[in-house]
């Protein structure tokens, strides 16, 4: 039981609130889950934000979705355990710690390695936590005891495990590939890094003389300044208008070198003139070319960007002619008076050099994308470099087969495609970046022999030939290198611990639909070659957060919006319903003023409306259920609506319809708990017969307890706030039992009469509305209806809520309808006194218009019938409601146009 119930205060003040209640959470260790064999276990893992990072609108929807899953498991009695965390984030942290530095004109040279260490770990414990509170303003209820972060000692040892294990098997490797090199971060990118934006360039035509033939071949590039690189041209083995030219050379323009033609498929026939420039150390395509025709390999771009020299020559001459360089090291061309130049610099002279020797046909103006740094957004030059490389095609196709034999689902299910398209698609998987903050790659060379050795602890002698003389790789492992190990790493793997055994593997990993290249391919076919399982069973994906227009936030455009000045605004229960409420799977959504204000306004409504059931009980209020007989046909209705709502919402989150379930609960606290129950219940608070109104309070009391419940996944700061207050309340709401509709009482007759009843009193209450009738103006009324027990029973919520004076009830009324106005309902026509009230014309323009909105809803379902796909491939049930609604409007509109003839 709570210590004392609250008196809650007239205004609900999230501020005043929020921060109190999430640290009595911790303080008393309700987000902490113990590892308990007598239940089933639920959980997730959090997508580790990076230790840079501030909470942003992404983030704050990406953990309000994980939040309301794991609360929701929680109150439903799983060991729902969520793990938290952090990533070390290589690119940016090293990035921030430089920038700092520099500003105190140190470099990362002058503090030397295991300095710039001591800098970045300074950094990180000072400023990595931000996000970690952040995200605990938001009400996340991770299991804080268990964080975990990417380089802490465990996450290490797992990494280190993998590398040697993956090394051992021949899945990892070193050697020269092509890969997305960053002038500006000084590092390799994956595949995944690489961010497209369209860019204004040019296609440059240029003329390449042939050496047997004398005739200029023409072709066109992007990248001019590349063509000092060029091994070679290429047509297609087809091509009909360079049959005489197989076999043939061309003279490379500015060099005066000779390179061959070669006939291969990537020359497209179709595409300009069907003649392609072969740069095999500075373009993907161009690589493959390169080593389909055994070409020589000349690099001709430093790794910042700038053209190579002679001295850059040199280092390369001598790496070769000390026998240590690697087959597929490519060759290094001095660029003579172009060395030293960035790569925009060079295009500049080069073209005015090739257009000084006739070699330059035309400029033609182009748009395209272009591959930049998903971080500094420098463009991205295609390098050959010495990198270590993870094998995908073993890798891949457990992975594949996992999600196509359904062992693992994406929501929405249109995602699976996505997914294998990219893992069919994956080229192996560059995974070292030349960083220092980071996991360092564990692999020594020796300096005598040039022997390599992968190792979990630092050798000290050459296996080979006996030299301590041993230097360890000075790169780092890619971050998404641990976060791909991150859901069962954080367990306790390699180690079989009692979590990794009890917890594994995890449920529902929620992500947006921009990282399953990045993240969540690397996760699955890790989880499945390391630990033999797949790591989770659900891929909850979720879309971006965008502006009131459609727009994505940006820097750039200034329309992000902080979380964490919304949350202090409005609260953080408002910010999360408005980031769940109308969302869907998969699916972007748009945020606005307009939308956390409406979840501010529902959070003050439901605090209002439980202030006016506490301010209703006595002091010896006993709660509970009242005895059947006792109950009304409002409360039958109530509760059985209640049931119905717990039904709906709990098949929404299960399925993972999170938009769909806040939005019930929402609907029923607002509409038919707050403004229909409540305003029923306050006559009978005031009747002065005791036994209905501890009846009512006893309802009010019970449907509020449970539809705080309900709410709680969604709302859980105020939701905690107003359940204190209750009378019987627990310590807390956490961890109280989930509405199970199964067990909560329904009246399916009495609560479908009450609905009838209903729809009639809010169609007389709507008519009196737009005829401007005051609630003072009371009439009589006469009521047709096959259903005259809905109407008999609930007399006195006609006269109270529809303004009746006394009500007849008739199977088929055929008196006079003058002075009349009549209002139509699927099951009743009431026929009510006011014309002297009301203006003829007006109620036949109101009749007319209620007409045509009718028959547009009729035109709409009978459209969906006439469908076969729909009545086809739709659930069943939702055919048969199709059908029904379609029965109702044709119903209604047969009493409309009754209702207009009689006033005709």
């Known amino acids: 039981m709570a210590e004392t119930e609250k008196t809650l205060a007239k205004q609900y003040d999230p501020k005043g609130t929020e921060d109190r209640v999430y640290q009595n959470w911790c303080d008393k260790g309700y987000f902490h889950t113990q590892i308990d064999r007598s239940k089933r276990p639920f959980t997730i893992v959090m997508p580790p934000p990076n230790v840079t990072g501030q909470l942003h609108m992404g983030h704050a929807m990406d953990e309000t979705w994980q939040d309301i899953l794991i609360r929701y498991k929680r109150m439903q009695g799983y060991a729902a355990l969520w793990v938290p965390g952090t990533d070390h984030a290589s690119i940016a942290t090293e990035a921030k710690v430089v920038a700092q530095m520099k500003e105190e004109g140190l470099t990362k040279e002058m503090l030397g390695r295991d300095g710039f260490l001591e800098r970045a770990w300074a950094w990180k414990n000072k400023y990595g936590n931000r996000i970690v509170s952040q995200l605990k303003k938001l009400g996340c209820s991770c299991d804080w005891q268990r964080e975990r972060f990417t380089m802490d000692e465990g996450c290490s040892k797992a990494v280190l495990d993998v590398f040697v294990n993956l090394y051992n098997q021949g899945l990892i490797y070193r050697g020269s590939r092509m890969v997305n090199w960053c002038p500006h971060c000084n590092t390799s990118i994956s595949d995944a890094e690489v961010e497209y934006e369209e860019k204004e360039g040019s296609f440059w035509h240029l003329l390449y003389k042939v050496k047997e033939t004398g005739e200029m071949l023409e072709l066109a590039t992007t990248r001019p300044e590349t063509m000092l690189g060029d091994t070679a041209v290429a047509i297609n083995t087809d091509d009909p ?47 493959e070319v390169g080593k389909r025709h055994n070409l020589p390999m000349v690099r001709v771009l430093t790794y910042d960007g700038r053209m190579t020299g002679a001295a850059d020559k040199a280092e390369a001459d001598a790496l070769r002619a000390s026998g240590r360089a690697s087959a597929d090291e490519p060759e290094v061309l001095d660029c003579g008076k172009y060395a030293g130049m960035t790569a925009m610099e060079a295009r500049k002279a080069i073209l005015a050099d090739l257009a000084e020797g006739g070699y330059l046909k035309e400029t033609e103006p182009l748009t395209h994308e272009v591959g930049t740094c998903y971080r500094c957004h420098t463009v991205i030059e295609p390098m050959i470099s010495k990198q270590w490389f993870v094998k995908m095609d073993p890798l891949a196709g457990p992975a594949i087969e996992a999600v196509e034999k359904g062992d693992i689902k994406f929501v929405p299910e249109r995602f699976t495609k996505n997914y294998i398209n990219w893992m069919k698609g994956s080229r192996d998987w ?66 079989k611990t009692e979590d990794l055994d009890f917890f594994y593997p995890t449920n529902a990993l929620v992500t947006g639909y921009d990282i399953i290249g990045f993240w969540v391919s690397r996760m699955i076919f890790s989880g499945l070659a390391y630990t033999g399982k797949a790591p989770f069973d659900t891929v909850l994906i979720h879309g971006l957060v965008r502006d009131s227009q459609g727009r994505k936030m940006s820097k750039s455009l200034g329309n992000g919006i902080d979380p964490l000045e919304v949350i202090d605004q409005y609260g953080a229960d408002a910010l999360r319903m408005t980031l769940v409420v109308g969302s869907t799977a998969g699916n972007d959504m748009r945020y606005s003023e307009e939308k956390v204000t409406a979840s501010r306004n529902f959070a003050n409504k439901l605090w209002n409306a439980s202030r006016f059931v506490q301010m209703n009980l006595p002091e010896n209020f006993a709660p509970g259920m009242p005895d059947e007989s006792l109950l009304d046909m409002s409360d039958k209705w109530v509760l059985s609506e209640l049931a119905n709502v717990a039904a709906e919402v709990t098949a929404n989150l299960d399925k993972y319809e999170l938009g769909l379930a806040a939005d019930k609960v929402e609907k029923f606290i607002w509409e038919i708990y707050c403004d229909w129950y409540i305003e029923i219940c306050k006559s009978r608070l005031n009747s002065g017969d005791e036994t209905q109104a501890d009846t009512a309070r006893k309802v009010l009391v019970y449907v509020l307890d449970n539809a705080l419940r309900l709410l709680h996944p969604f709302m859980p700061f105020i939701t905690e706030e107003i359940y204190q207050a209750l009378p019987g309340s627990a310590e807390t709401i956490m961890t109280q039992s989930w509405p199970d509709a199964r067990t909560l009482p329904t009246w399916p007759e009495e609560s479908a009469d009450f609905e009838t009843m209903m729809a009639y009193i809010k169609a007389v209450r709507a008519t009196r509305s737009d005829m401007n009738v005051p609630p003072s103006k009371k009439t009589s009324m006469i009521i047709e209806t096959s259903v005259p027990a809905a109407f ?62 009718n028959e547009k809803e009729i035109a709409m379902f009978q459209k969906q019938l006439d469908n076969p796909r729909f009545v086809e491939k739709a659930p069943a049930a939702l055919v048969e409601e199709t059908r029904r609604k379609l029965a109702a409007a044709q119903d209604k509109q047969a009493g409309i146009q009754q209702s207009i003839a009689a006033l005709s």
């Open 430 to 495: 560059c995974i070292s970046r030349q960083l220092w903050w980071g996991h360092r790659i564990p692999a020594w060379y020796c300096a005598d022999c040039g022997e390599t050795i992968v190792a979990k602890e630092a050798p000290t002698v050459c296996p080979k030939c006996g030299s301590t003389h041993l230097d360890q790789d000075p790169d780092t492992l890619d971050t998404w290198f641990s976060s791909a190990l991150w859901p069962f790493s954080t367990l306790g793997w390699p180690d």
């Open 792 to 853: 008999e029973k609930g007399s006195v919520y006609l006269a109270r809520f529809a303004f009746a004076t006394d009500v007849t009830l008739t199977p088929k009324y055929e008196g006079s309808t003058e002075g009349m106005v009549t209002v139509v309902t699927p099951a009743a026509r009431g026929f009510i006194p006011m014309m002297e009230l009301i203006d003829r014309e007006k109620e036949l323009a109101r009749l007319q218009k209620e007409l045509a909105k």
């Open 241 to 287: 208008r360079y049959k005489h030219l197989h076999g043939c050379h061309v003279i490379l323009p500015l060099l005066n070198k000779e390179i061959p033609i070669v006939c291969d498929e990537h020359a497209d026939m179709e595409k300009g003139t069907g003649v392609v420039k072969i740069t095999p150390a500075h373009d993907p395509n161009d690589f």
